[in-house]
């Protein structure tokens, strides 16, 4: 794809045109909103032609990929091709929860099974019967949990916590990680024989650096998204400003794609973007706020949690990534959000059963 075609694309004047412009696929959806998977790049045209290929089978998929690069928008598109498409797509994310939560959550629980369980409640695993449960971070799933899930993937079978009987459940499941999770069995971290189950079918989400090919399609793509009724929809582009866009190497990827077009959608004025509007950081990439001044007004607990929740901006909310970012834990991560009061916002990720 050469750069000359790409840079005719910001004047395409609505998605519909994208869509027929390029690779272009909507799962169903419920909801008004519609996802598009938006692409143009060989890349992610081979990478669509096997999710066609894997998604009517019964094979266990697992999404690689870094942060932001649409792992949960390609296990949606699994299951939305799969004859389970009717059924419900559940997520839940391994890492967002303490483990005796994550259990309950995952397989339910009985009533008086422990203290708080004032009621019977139907895991997401029993939840999603008939259709996909999407594990996403499964890299952090304790080691005790990974044994029932094992025990569900081999026999067919949950027992909610405190529950005698066995519960028949069918599920496909779709796992996600943005971990080497060969590296995390290697470590002892993952079970080997889970690892196995999981991962019949691989499935790589590029990062945005290696399809630059997708940038200005996705650009022109988020700056028609929102309600139809927003008056900011719709703005163009100007070439230079697209050309900046897509030189940058987006770490945070297609998330921090989203959210730079989102921004630009609301804030910039006139209708035309260009190179000024654009973030500093993204113009000049290169000069990083170093922040080693030292300030005697800055206590250096108030420096750790700026630089704690900038790295979580930098990699679009995602923990994981952030917390390999800061060369820390998960669990150190979710202490310090519990500290500074910003927990719930960053770290609740548990979604509910649609049907
Ligand atoms: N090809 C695409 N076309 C349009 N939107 C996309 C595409 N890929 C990703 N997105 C959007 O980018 C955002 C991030 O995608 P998604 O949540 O699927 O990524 P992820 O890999 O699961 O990220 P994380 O690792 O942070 O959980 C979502 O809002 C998604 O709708
Ligand atoms: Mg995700």
């Given at each position: ?72 928008l ?55 019967n ?56 290697v470590?002892?971290a ?43 929809r ?43 509007d ?35 901006g ?33 770290a ?8």
């Open positions: 794809m050469s750069d000359s075609n790409a840079s005719s694309l910001p004047h395409l004047p609505s998605s519909q045109a994208q869509a027929q412009a390029s690779g272009a696929w909507s799962p169903q959806q419920k909801s008004s909103e519609t996802r598009l998977i938006i692409y143009r790049s060989d890349v992610m045209t081979q990478l669509m032609k096997m999710i066609e290929r894997v998604a009517p089978s019964q094979a266990n998929v697992l999404v690689l990929g870094e942060s932001g690069t649409g792992k949960e390609l296990a949606r598109a699994l299951h939305e091709k799969s004859a389970r498409k009717s059924k419900p797509f559940v997520a839940i994310n391994c890492g967002a929860l303490r483990e005796t939560l994550l259990e309950s959550e995952l397989f339910g629980h009985e009533k008086g099974s422990f203290t708080g369980a004032y009621s019977r409640k139907i895991g997401l695993a029993e939840a999603a008939g259709g996909t449960l999407f594990l996403d971070e499964i890299g952090e799933l304790p080691l005790s949990i990974q044994a029932k899930l094992l025990r569900f993937i081999q026999e067919g079978e949950i027992f909610r916590v405190g529950g005698k009987e066995s519960i028949k459940v069918d599920i496909r499941l779709v796992c996600a990680t943005n971990r080497e999770l060969d590296q995390e069995v470590r002892g993952f079970r080997e024989d889970l690892f196995y189950r999981i991962n019949t079918i691989v499935v790589s989400a590029p990062p945005l650096r290696r399809r630059k090919e997708d940038i200005p399609i996705l650009v022109t793509h988020f700056l028609n998204s929102g309600s139809p009724t927003f008056l900011n719709g703005k163009t582009i100007d070439e230079e400003a697209m050309a900046v866009l897509t030189k940058y190497e987006w770490p945070g990827n297609i998330r921090e794609l989203q959210n730079v077009c989102e921004r630009l959608q609301i804030l910039s004025e006139g209708h035309m973007i260009m190179v000024n654009l973030p500093d950081s993204i113009r000049n990439p290169e000069t990083k706020d170093e922040g080693t001044e030292f300030d005697p007004s800055v206590p250096l607990y108030e420096l750790e949690k700026r630089y704690i929740l900038k790295a979580l930098h990699y679009g909310g995602n923990k994981t990534q952030a917390a390999q970012g800061l060369g820390i834990t998960i669990k150190t991560l979710y202490n310090k959000l519990h500290e500074y009061g910003e927990f719930e916002k960053y609740v990720h548990s979604k509910p059963a649609k049907d």
